[in-house]
């Protein structure tokens, strides 16, 4: 995700291995004897992330910090990459790892997060993208600051192509943010029981992106389960990588936004 971030992120959270992080077997760079040092957090087991995260402390933080480190240094060494994470935030990754740490609490983190890194591959950005901040007012409280993100042009041209795809976006695939953009987001975010900011927040380039991992994941803070017409999970294996889902399809009775008129 682009550091320039300033998005807040939408009242839903993440629940369960929301990446479906792969087990494949990882290369990396090591001795001729296949052996390489771990530092600091990585070096924790899984249950001291998890009790870190639910006591909100600053050892999470500096676990989160060292995850992005982990990351970053990945961008720096992996082929053919410029950034594994190009809308995913900080927080979506706590809660991912916190998911699955809970349910494999002695494993250690830097095994978890090379897990992670595979995961990432298959959408990683191959070459740099402009980056462009993205504002909105807000529905529920429009006197309050407006909304904003920064995002790369290239994840804007993603989302375009994937709601081209829906039939929830008329105009061309570009990455040029647009009217017609915002209206397809908005209207996305309606059908499958996201919050309606109109911007491509992470929570719903996840769901738009990946629906069949994403879905029995997305939970409001009552714990009701959204989207309800989403794809089913993969099976009983939070960390296999499946075929693309069919796309969480819109209510029976709604259309999509129409484009703006052209002279």
């Known amino acids: 995700m682009p550091d320039s971030t300033s998005a807040t992120m939408p009242r839903k959270v993440l629940l369960a291995a929301a990446f479906c992080m792969a087990l494949a077997p990882s290369a990396f760079a090591d001795t ?16 001291a992330f998890t009790e870190a995260k639910t006591a909100k402390s600053d050892a999470f933080s500096r676990f989160v910090g060292w995850i992005e480190g982990y990351i970053t240094a990945s961008n720096r060494f992996t082929g053919d990459t410029f950034d594994l994470a190009p809308w995913q935030t900080p927080e979506i990754f706590g809660v991912i790892l916190g998911d699955y740490c809970t349910k494999n ?27 462009v901040v993205l504002t909105a ?16 042009t290239e994840v804007i041209r993603h989302a375009q192509q994937e709601l081209k795809n829906q039939g929830l976006y ?94």
Do not use: H, M
């Open 32 to 47: 001729a004897q296949g052996q390489f040092a771990i530092e600091g957090a990585g070096l924790a087991q899984c249950k």
């Open 105 to 131: 609490p002695e494993e250690r983190l830097f095994t978890v997060v090379q897990k992670l890194i595979v995961s990432l591959t298959e959408t990683r950005l191959k070459t740099s993208s402009e980056q």
């Open 137 to 152: 007012k807000s529905k529920t409280a429009p006197n309050q600051r407006p909304l904003s993100l920064s995002i790369y």
């Open 170 to 263: 008329q105009g061309n695939v570009t990455g040029v943010w647009s009217e017609d953009t915002q209206r397809a987001v908005s209207f996305y975010q309606v059908a499958v029981g996201l919050d309606d900011t109109g911007l491509p927040d992470p929570l719903t380039l996840w769901v738009l992106f990946s629906p069949q991992k994403a879905a029995n994941t997305v939970a409001s803070s009552s714990g009701t389960l959204v989207p309800a017409n989403a794809a089913p999970a993969s099976g009983p294996s939070a960390f296999k990588t499946t075929a693309p889902a069919p796309r969480p399809a819109p209510p029976a009775n709604a259309r999509p936004p129409a484009a703006n008129a052209r002279k």
